[in-house]
């Protein structure tokens, strides 16, 4: 039960941060800025992008935003 709560408090530390990197443009396991990644332009017009750490995200150029891919994605 305290182990449970503690991976929760966990959770909801990193997660706010994870957030606010990839706000920011940044891969959140590193914190390095995802434009020095691999870009791949996708059929929707968006961006696959793996970083150099081996993350993959998605950056929609409409909204200039980066989000983590999805496993189908992958
Ligand atoms: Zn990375």
Known sequence: MIYFNQITMLKNV????????????????????LDKGK???????????VHSCGRIYIYDSKTKKYRRALLEEV
């Open 14 to 33: 990193i997660a706010p941060i994870q957030a606010w990197l990839i706000s920011q443009g940044r891969c959140v396991a590193d914190g390095q800025p």
């Open 39 to 49: 870009k791949e332009k996708r059929k929707d017009g968006t961006f696959k992008i």
